[in-house]
């Protein structure tokens, strides 16, 4: 048995802390029966998860999020899984700053993103809140589609789709039953992690929604403003749930090992 | 149907640089030919434009005479076997090597059958519902063949099949490449950088270099006869010697050069032009005493002892050479000594300027 270095054990246990300790603390302060966010906790009540539901905001922002993150994401693979194919495939032939191109919308401060996208979509074309919405987000997760696709892409042998056509498969049913199989994982992963992304986006969202159309991360922002009591942190609780569960059902089908892989 | 291949002044290019120059090449029927080279020589460029995922800037490419140049990749009905394997990932070893009938639309009961079938013949069949990654790599290398073969291809290319195998393998998968190819009589285009996995299946060796065929010939021809340096460089004629003939009387020619001179026997050597390199293999170097009146002059450095004979290596004129040396006869490091030429193990070629 290999001896840890105190160090070594120091620092594991504090990024546990501070990777773990605000959802704790806001786990915490949700069953709070108090009518202000509490820590510790003051008595126990699980009324603020009834109010969640009460709050018709919360419901109707709750479905506009998903709807934005499920379209937003589905868009973004509809670009980001031909456009990784391109990079892995014929990345040798392309400029280099095409790869770092598709990650810019990582790179530019989401603030300033948000507002550009707000003048030039919103403002110049006057397009309705939902679509602007949905061209923000799709942009702001099409990063990860690409990467999580392209990093699926670079461990596929594409000899294997020279070696189908050859056998008479045509290049784009080769594409769906060759290629598109055997990075099922990657566009799974590249899904969760933009669907997820796009659900929790706040910068972006705060300049594009309008009259009567918000997020969810916006309306719970509002919401603060205005209250101080622990719906917040209830709601929280539910999302965290959410994801656990999405994670769960994925590990089972699929195995977290494809995220790492 | 076995048809024939023929490549006529076929260039291609990357870009700006030209990697074939012009080049043809005439399959027979039914042969095997190896295309043979050092990396970056065309071979693989070659194996790719018959296939079809390149094209040529210039040139035709004919099977039986009929030109495909403009034939896309999935119609050309050939049969590709990859170094590494590229079978399916998600498809099992029967659907990997039904995948070409199914394109053909063959029906799943006669394709099963004939997958059935294959699979015996390549000794697979027990492992038929594995996927891939369950299998070694002489067995996947098998798959692959079976999988190019089951589709009755019009011509058979392989792209250094068996790169990733280890030695003894190696030598067993290219007998059986053999055999699975004389028995369909598939034309084949076998691309390797190994001269004696080339030169032991083939019927005829293109030798490339730069992008040309250097000597396209059987492989004997190629191993006793090769016709430029290049080629007798690389079947192993190691040391060449330029020489000059100045005297020819009573059926022997003598040449000399760089220091050397040796008595040519017509019967043996054939007729020899004025001025012409002589290329010797290690075993066609033989060390003998000083006191000889023809030979190589050397001095001998280290010897080392083969069993039938030993190696010495000498410092001639034309640089450091191995030459071999009767073990009745042991030299010393450091001695005088003359090497005479073995003629088998020797070749003629055009004098270099």
Not at chain 1, 67 to 93: E, K, M, W
Not at chain 1, 237 to 247: G, P, W
Request: with cysteine; glycine share 8%.
């Amino acid at each position: 048995m290999q001896r840890s270095s105190p160090l070594l054990v120091i620092t594991a246990i504090a990024v546990f802390i501070f990777l773990l300790g605000p959802l704790v603390i806001v786990a915490a302060a949700s069953i709070s029966n108090t009518e202000f966010l509490a820590f510790p906790p003051q008595g126990f009540s699980l009324r603020w998860f009834v109010n969640v539901f009460e709050v018709s905001a919360f419901r109707d922002t709750f479905l506009i999020s998903l709807q934005i993150a499920l379209l937003g994401t589905f868009l973004s693979l509809l670009i980001g899984i031909p456009a990784a194919y391109a990079l892995s495939r014929f990345g040798f032939a392309l400029p280099k700053a095409l790869s770092n191109f598709f990650v810019l919308p990582i790179l530019v401060p989401q603030i300033v993103f948000g507002f550009s996208l707000l003048s030039a979509i919103s403002v110049d074309f006057d397009l309705p809140v939902f679509p602007t919405l949905l061209i923000g987000h799709t942009i702001i997760v099409l990063p990860y589609s690409i990467r999580v696709v392209g990093a699926s892409l670079a461990t596929f042998d594409f000899s294997a789709e020279e070696a189908a056509i050859s056998l008479g498969c045509p290049p784009m049913k080769t594409f769906y039953t060759i290629v598109l199989p055997n990075i099922r994982g990657g566009i799974l992963a590249a899904f969760i992690l933009a669907f997820i992304t796009s659900l929790n986006n706040v910068p972006v969202s705060l300049f594009l929604t309008g009259p009567g159309i918000s997020t969810l991360p916006i309306q719970m922002l509002t919401y603060v403003e205005n209250f101080f009591d622990p719906t917040v942190a209830a709601l929280s609780v539910l999302l965290m749930a959410l994801t656990v569960l999405v994670m769960a059902v994925v590990e089972k089908t699929l195995g977290l090992g494809y995220f790492v892989r | 149907m076995t048809k024939s291949l023929n490549l006529t002044g076929i260039s291609a290019h990357y870009g700006r640089t030209q990697v074939l120059k012009d080049l043809d090449l005439d399959v027979k029927a039914g042969e095997l030919v190896s295309l043979l080279g050092a990396s970056g020589c065309g071979k693989t460029t070659t194996l790719r434009l018959i296939a079809g995922f390149l094209h040529a800037t210039a040139g035709r490419v004919a099977l039986d005479g009929r030109d495909i140049s403009a034939v896309a990749a999935h119609r050309r009905d050939i049969g590709l076997v990859f170094q590494n394997y590229a079978l399916f990932p998600h498809m099992s070893v029967a659907d990997n090597v039904g995948f070409g009938l199914k394109q053909r639309g063959v029906a799943p009961q006669e394709r099963r059958a004939r997958v059935g079938e294959m699979l015996d013949k390549v000794g697979l069949a027990a492992f038929a519902d594995r996927l891939p990654a369950a299998l070694s790599g002489g067995q996947k290398q098998r798959v692959a063949l079976a999988r190019a073969l089951v589709i009755k291809p019009s011509l058979l290319l392989f792209d250094e099949p068996l790169s990733n195998l280890d030695a003894k393998l190696r030598v067993d998968m290219r007998v059986e490449i053999r055999e699975l190819q004389r028995a369909h009589n598939i034309t084949a285009i076998y691309v390797t950088h190994d001269q004696e996995e080339a030169f032991s299946i083939s019927d005829r060796v293109a030798i490339m270099d730069a992008g040309q065929i250097s000597q396209y010939d059987t492989p004997e021809i190629l191993y006793r006869k090769p016709a430029n340096a290049f080629v007798a460089n690389f079947v192993g004629f190691e040391t060449m010697m330029g020489l000059r003939v100045t005297g020819r009387s009573g059926g022997v020619t003598t040449a000399e050069g760089q220091g050397a001179r040796f008595a040519l026997d017509e019967a043996t050597w054939g007729p020899l032009p004025d001025a012409f390199t002589l290329g010797a293999r290690a075993d066609g170097l033989r060390v003998m005493a000083a006191s000889e009146d023809d030979g190589l002059p050397a001095k001998l450095s280290v010897r080392t002892y083969l069993g039938r004979s030993y190696h010495y290596r000498a410092e001639t004129p034309v640089g450091s050479v191995v030459a071999n040396g009767s073990i009745d006869r042991p030299f010393n490091e450091g001695d005088r000594a003359k090497l005479v030429l073995v003629p088998e193990q020797c070749c003629i070629l055009p004098a270099t300027p």
